[in-house]
């Protein structure tokens, strides 16, 4: 099986990248080896390359930067993917797209979840480009996945844990606000890359959620992470409104891998487990890098 996939110098596609690589042939161009906006040079890569599967990892994910920068989010979240889908239906081969759990207004009654088939109401320019995404694979690829996932967390690029760990032990405070009233379920990207292959494999095709099972506030992942850690770190509490963002955030960010495990494809764990299995690879080196001052 050959692989085409694109935003592998990303956080989820670092994770591809190794996952897929290890069992198939990967192809991962960077943007200047292929930008997916440009429907000519998508065109010429998919006929010269031949794949199977069209990974899409490639987005533009700065919530807050995604209020002003329309043109940039419509192009990357938008032409980009419907560009990849059209390709994908030219030459025959699945396309794997990649969304987000900001699709959703996150008005549901806590702790309830969002399923795969929930109306979509997002309330962020970035939430509006990934549910506007998700219609133009649907409407251009007769042959796709889109997996919905949220609050990411790995060993490349930014996230929430080494966030945490460059304001405190970067900056040398020994105390943090961190919002306590959202809820949402952080999913390790090693283990969505291995869902990923997972639906791959099994010629899914459809909408699905896979996040980790379980789900807490970003004040109740802060707690573990430094407890995990041995890291004497204070912590206070505060309301999603009163983090001042750009971006209007959902409070509920729930999904239930509901399709997953239907169909018997569900490999993902409960948050705390892939949390430990994170920090005991990689704590002690996100630690020293976070005091040093290392982004």
């Known amino acids: 099986m050959r692989i085409l996939l694109l935003g592998s110098s990303g956080l989820l596609g670092h994770d591809c990248k190794e996952v897929l690589g290890n069992a198939y042939e990967v192809i991962a161009p960077n943007r200047e080896e292929l930008d997916i906006i440009n429907w000519d040079v998508v065109i010429e890569k998919m006929q010269k390359v031949s794949p199977d599967i069209v990974l899409n990892c490639a987005a533009f994910t700065d919530v807050d930067a995604c209020e002003k920068e329309h043109f940039k989010v419509r192009k990357v979240n938008l032409e980009g ?8 239906a030219r030459f025959n081969c699945k396309v794997v797209h990649i969304s987000s759990d900001y699709v959703f207004d996150g008005k549901k009654s806590l702790p309830q979840p969002y399923f795969e088939d929930d109306s979509m109401e997002p309330l962020s320019a970035y939430g509006r480009s990934k549910y506007e995404s ?6 251009n690829a007769p042959d796709y996945i889109i997996v919905r996932s949220g609050w990411l967390y790995g060993i490349k690029g930014k996230d929430f844990i080494k966030s945490i760990l460059n304001k405190t032990l970067g900056k040398k405070r020994k105390t943090l606000r961190v919002v306590a009233d959202q809820y949402a379920s952080p999913t390790w990207s090693y283990r969505l890359a291995t869902q990923i292959k997972e639906l791959i494999e099994r010629d899914a095709k459809g909408t699905y959620h896979a996040t980790a099972e379980g789900y807490c506030t970003p004040y109740e992942l802060s707690q573990y992470v430094f407890k995990k850690l041995n890291l004497n770190i204070s912590l206070e509490p505060i309301g999603l409104t009163d983090y001042k963002q750009l971006a209007k955030r959902p409070h509920n960010c729930i999904l239930e891998n509901r399709l997953l495990k239907k169909q ?5 764990v409960d948050w705390k487990e892939d949390v430990d299995a994170f920090l005991d690879e990689f704590g002690k080196d996100l630690v020293k890098e976070a005091r040093r001052g290392k982004k």
């Open 81 to 88: 993917p419907r560009n990849l889908a059209q390709g994908s």
């Open 134 to 139: 998700e219609v133009a694979v649907k409407e």
């Open 264 to 268: 018997g494809l569900n490999v993902m």
